[in-house]
């Protein structure tokens, strides 16, 4: 069955810091990963996504993630945080389908000054 | 392309009532989708729909719950009986096939009292 680890709960940065948000996957085929972003009382918006090709992809707001096949990694990076940046972030898989896909409990992110 | 609408935005109840929520999707988006995410956790998955037709329900989706969309276009998700566990945020979502990602609505957050 599919899952989505995202071992970090919490995590602190200053602003102006680089940022790397964990996410490990279960599935026994090529997955669709997602990594999206919920700001509080809000909907999800979709950062960025990876179905086949370039392993490495960028998305919205500076972001970009790498699929890692043999470590069922897809962690997503920014260079430089900005204040504006704080929010809860969720990793997601899909499976062949495509009809449902499986999130993780997501990493909140504060970002201080 | 007005995003994926969500009402209403918050509702409150009393256990034992009914409540009924709707979802106007992107419109071109032929696939609709509900999600319930409690609070800590990422959303989980409880059904979809592909035009009128509503191709997989969750087993979180108990005989209190029943969603349509009787027209292909907005959909409604009601839940009889209510109780205090179904206290939640209720995201809808639409996309034109699992490989591209949802859009997400605001979504409608439930309390039950």
């Known amino acids: 069955a599919q899952s989505v680890t995202q071992p970090d709960i919490h995590i602190t940065v200053s602003e102006g810091a680089s940022l790397e948000l964990r996410c490990n996957y279960s599935?026994?085929?090529?997955?669709?990963l997602f990594w999206y972003v919920q700001s509080p009382g809000q909907g999800l918006q979709l950062l960025l996504k990876?179905?086949?090709?370039?392993?490495l992809v960028q998305g919205i707001k500076g972001f970009e993630a790498e699929f890692k096949r043999s470590q069922s990694s897809f962690n997503l990076r920014k260079p430089s945080v900005h204040w504006s940046d704080a929010a809860e972030y969720f990793c997601?898989?899909?499976?062949?389908?495509?009809?449902?896909?499986?999130f993780g409990t997501g990493t909140s992110l504060t970002v201080i000054p | 392309d007005t995003g994926v609408s969500q009402n209403p935005r918050h509702k409150i109840t009393k256990r034992g009532q009914n409540v009924t929520f709707r979802c106007d999707p992107i419109?071109?988006?032929?696939?609709l989708y509900w999600y319930r995410q409690t609070l800590g956790q990422g959303p989980e998955f409880l059904t979809y729909?592909?035009?009128?037709?509503?191709?997989?329900k969750s087993r979180l989706l108990s005989d209190r719950f029943s969603a349509e969309r009787p027209k292909g276009s907005f959909s409604t998700l009601e839940i009889q009986r209510t109780e205090q566990g179904d206290s939640a945020m209720y995201l809808c979502?639409?996309?034109?096939?699992?490989?591209?990602?949802?859009?997400f609505g605001s979504g409608t957050r439930l309390t039950v009292v």
């Open positions: 997601a898989v899909g499976a062949g389908t495509g009809n449902q896909f499986y």
């Open positions: 599935y026994g085929a090529t997955p669709y």
């Open positions: 990876y179905f086949s090709g370039d392993t």
């Open positions: 419109s071109e988006h032929n696939r």
């Open positions: 729909f592909q035009n009128e037709a509503q191709l997989e």
């Open positions: 979502a639409s996309n034109t096939g699992g490989i591209y990602g949802y859009t």
